[in-house]
């Protein structure tokens, strides 16, 4: 009987745990695409000027 409930558990264990491990999986996924994403992001922004200065300039006066 100890058996059977062993080889339960040893058979459901993993597929309870499977879950688990896609949801990490895409979870680490999506914060590598989101970290890539302000790279690039702050790169396209230092090699841009935005003209704020130019803005703030037409305001004051």
Do not use: Q, Y
């Amino acid at each position: 009987m100890a058996r059977f409930f062993l080889f339960l558990a040893v058979i459901t264990a993993p597929l309870a745990l499977s879950g688990c491990l896609v949801r990490t999986a895409v979870g680490v996924a999506a914060e590598t695409v989101e970290g890539a994403v302000e790279i690039t992001g702050a790169a396209v922004d230092a090699a841009i000027p935005d003209g704020d200065k130019k803005d703030k300039k037409k305001h004051r006066d």
